[in-house]
């Protein structure tokens, strides 16, 4: 009976091991993939500006045909 209580208590223990191991390697996964969209945020936001400066650029263009 001792045996099987040891047995028990070695099994119950494993099982928390794993499910800790389990939580700590999705919040690895959860900070891999946060950065990776940050990067990707951080690129697009540099495109907007870069493409709100041409849209502006286009405009002027196009105001002097209009004054013509």
Known sequence: ELKDLIRNITEAIEGI???VSES???ITNAAVN???LVKD???I???MESNSAI???LKKEAE???QL
Request: aromatic share 4%.
């Open 17 to 19: 091991s794993k499910a």
């Open 24 to 26: 700590a390697d999705g």
């Open 34 to 36: 946060t950065n990776s």
């Open 41 to 43: 945020i951080t690129e």
């Open 45 to 47: 936001s540099t495109e």
């Open 55 to 57: 849209a502006g650029e």
């Open 64 to 66: 002097k045909f209009v």
